[in-house]
């Protein structure tokens, strides 16, 4: 036991793989067999990887969740700023500019609304809940864009972990939202056809939540929205740390 | 070669990065400003251009490609560090957030798609799907 504890702890990285993958596998299984598919895999894998952080914040009293335990410490570099950088950046190859024109103007009027709208809700919420400071009103601003552009924008302003984490939450929080109660209220968005649904995916950010909203609406939805989807959170990256950051700063000071 | 998708990522990865930062520099923001954005607008450009001189084949794509799929792993491994007992303690800020960005969303979306002429789709024909396929 002691051996198979030292290879693990030897072998940070692989491990981190190995967690990853079984922690996939079962929210996979989760969101078929408890939901019907309705609460994306993905999202399922996310809730799991924030309740592993919170175990182990509660068992070691330190900042940096399951990786503070020394046995999965490879987790840190796996889900460290450089993986994350590399792997965000490696999604834009899927983008598509010859259909993205097809998607027009509308798809990037409403990605810039999608973008502006929910960062200034967030924003305004941190900021009446006593986060005063820009960078940590930024960063939450920028959750409330998508789980991804939060921390990529905390990490790039400096704002501490615990307001990357609460901006993270944000973000999955509205995925969520918005894979479940996109079905529900397919009628009232007036989802029905292709354009629809790229004003849909442009404002309703995060490609999971879009894409699996659209998937339980009308599956063949799901490419229009998906492709606008996907610049959201290019556009957030690109935004949030720079227009965003100065515009709030400019506002607040 | 694989790994000359990988280095393709990588270049572009630095290369925006250090955009990122001297644009940082430039404006007088001690952060780096939209680097990953950069990098990705970067990544499409170099695609578009390598593509039409027929310099990318489908190996030195899947050199980037695994990287891209391996984009929702990395953000369950990052999920997995975060300092979610602090976050958990402002509780609040996140439900309200979340629920007022997807709350006013959802009102533009329905402006908008009320605004335009447009043909609503035939609901979905009948398909037999089984939901645990």
Not at chain 1, 15 to 38: C, D, E, H, K, N
Not at chain 1, 119 to 140: C, E, K, L, N, P
Not at chain 1, 232 to 244: K, Q
Request: charged share 10%; net charge positive.
């Amino acid at each position: 036991m002691q051996m198979l504890e030292k290879v693990l702890a030897h072998n940070g990285l692989v491990t981190a793989f190995l967690l990853v993958g079984i922690i996939t596998w079962l929210s996979a299984r989760l969101s078929r067999r408890l939901t019907l598919g309705r609460v994306h895999g993905s999202a399922i894998a996310i809730l799991i990887g924030l309740g592993l952080a919170y175990y182990g914040g509660v068992l070691t009293g330190k900042q940096s969740g399951l990786a503070d335990i020394s046995l999965f410490s490879g987790i840190g570099l796996m889900g460290g700023a450089m993986l994350r950088d590399f792997a965000i950046v490696a999604t834009a190859f899927e983008v598509q500019v010859t259909e993205a024109r097809k998607a027009g103007l509308i798809g990037a009027c409403s990605l810039l609304l999608g973008t502006v709208l929910p960062f200034i809700v967030g924003a305004s919420i941190a900021h009446a809940f006593g986060y005063r400071d820009v960078v940590s009103m930024t960063t939450i601003g920028a959750g409330a864009i998508t789980y991804i552009v939060g921390p990529v924008t905390g990490a790039a302003l400096g704002a501490s972990s615990d307001v990357m984490a609460l901006s993270i939450a944000t973000g999955l929080l509205k995925a969520i939202m918005v894979m479940v109660g996109t079905p529900f209220a397919a009628g009232f968005l007036g989802l029905n056809n292709p354009r629809s649904a790229m004003v849909f995916g442009g404002l309703a950010g995060t490609v999971s939540g879009v894409s699996a909203g659209l998937a339980a609406t009308d599956r063949r939805l799901v490419p229009y929205g998906a492709l606008v989807a996907t610049f959201h959170t290019g556009l957030g990256c690109l935004l949030g740390p720079s227009a965003l950051y100065l515009a709030t700063k400019a506002i607040m000071t | 070669m694989i790994i000359y998708g990988t280095a393709l990522l990588a270049a572009c990865h630095l290369l925006g990065l250090f955009l990122g930062d001297l644009l940082g520099s430039l404006i007088g923001v001690k952060s780096n400003v939209g680097g990953v954005g950069i990098a990705m607008l970067l990544l499409i450009f170099a695609r578009l251009y390598l593509h039409k001189r027929g310099l990318l084949p489908q190996e030195t794509e899947q050199g980037v490609a695994f990287w891209g799929a391996m984009y929702i792993p990395v953000v369950v491994a990052m999920a997995a560090t975060q300092n979610v007992v602090a976050a958990l303690r402002g509780g609040p800020v996140a439900v309200l957030g979340a629920l007022g960005a997807v709350v006013v969303c959802g009102c533009v979306i329905a402006l908008l798609n009320r605004g335009g002429s447009q043909q609503a789709w035939q609901p979905e024909a009948e398909t037999p799907q089984d939901p645990l396929a």
